[in-house]
């Protein structure tokens, strides 16, 4: 997790990911269940820790994959997917918004982020606090003093 902006010797690289350790404990956890259900010798109990280690597992080898998730880099915004990094340039960058959201009486932040691809078409990836590491209204800050086109939303 890191954020920047110029310092004196010139601008500073900028990126977002979220920590190892949350994604290190589900691969930890998958590892266990599955010898816990071997340990077991029951049908059922492999069969329901299998299954909660298929989601485990997965799940922290992915957000293992895809650090860091948002990286400035030379004038344009490397998105790390699954398929691999995607460099979309500045001029392609339609909006870097804040959202706010109330789910279950909680205030949830988001970065909505609105680009066009190298084929064209346009996208759209939305970006929680898990995902970026760090609160999304701050990345968003950030990228407007980079210079991406921004637009803030309420709180």
Do not use: N
Not at 12 to 22: D, M, V
Not at 24 to 53: E, N
Not at 111 to 137: A, H, I, K, S
């Amino acid at each position: 997790m890191s954020s920047g902006a110029e310092s004196v010797a010139g601008p500073r690289a900028s990126s977002w990911s979220p920590g190892a350790a949350w994604p290190s404990v589900q691969i930890a956890l998958g590892i266990g269940l599955v010898v816990l259900g071997l340990q077991r010798q029951d049908p059922l109990a492999l069969l329901l820790t299998g299954l909660a280690a298929l989601i485990l597992i997965p799940t922290g080898v992915s957000q293992l994959l895809r650090r860091p998730r948002l990286e400035v880099v030379d004038d344009s915004l490397a998105i790390k997917k699954l398929s691999g990094t995607l460099f979309v340039p500045k001029e392609e960058i339609v909006e870097v918004r804040a959202l706010g959201m109330t789910r279950w009486g909680a205030r949830q932040h988001m970065m909505r982020l609105e680009y066009v691809d190298d084929r064209g078409r346009e996208q759209l990836d939305v970006f929680t606090r898990t995902d970026l590491g760090t609160d999304p209204r701050d990345v968003v800050d950030t990228l407007t003093g980079l210079g991406f086109p921004a637009q803030s939303t309420g709180d």
